[in-house]
């Protein structure tokens, strides 16, 4: 499944909508950086990208088992450090509650900690690059 995402900034401002489709959120600045304060930064969306992978593969998998699942919560917990500031390490915890016994359900978790794409991909150190800069300057 290819996946292409976007952001574009509202009027003039660091504020900016991000879409995937027909979803979309708020991304901004933290006050104290000089933003508006008003959505995810980019390291919260990068933790939260896990924690949504996680979530949605226990689901996933959940039903692949058999199992049905009553309550997921995923909390993805870091810090960015450094000049040029990078992730430190990221670690997350899962709470989890459904009709499977306890053992089960934790061969569930470890299951999809081995198999989740966003952690795989951290893991496994995804390439980025830049393709293309388009410029419009008013200025000399």
């Known amino acids: 499944m290819s996946i292409t995402v976007e952001t574009c900034t509202v009027a003039g401002r660091s504020t900016a909508i991000g879409a995937a489709g027909p979803y979309t959120?708020?991304?901004d600045r933290p006050v104290q950086a000089g933003g508006g304060g008003l959505?995810?930064?980019?390291?919260?969306?990068?933790?939260?990208?896990?924690?949504?992978?996680?979530s949605n593969d226990l689901y996933r998998e959940a039903e692949a088992w058999g199992i049905s699942l009553h309550r997921v919560a995923v909390r993805v917990a870091g810090d960015f450090t450094g000049e040029p500031a990078v992730s430190a390490p990221i670690s997350y915890s899962v709470e989890i509650d459904?009709?499977?016994?306890?053992?089960?359900l934790r061969e569930l978790v470890a299951h999809v900690d081995r198999i989740a794409e966003i952690p795989n991909s951290l893991r496994g150190g995804t390439e980025l690059r830049l393709d293309e800069t388009q410029v419009a300057s008013a200025g000399a």
């Open 98 to 104: 459904g009709d499977a016994s306890e053992e089960r």
């Open 25 to 27: 959120l708020v991304v």
């Open 39 to 54: 959505g995810f930064n980019g390291g919260q969306l990068l933790y939260l990208a896990v924690a949504a992978c996680v």
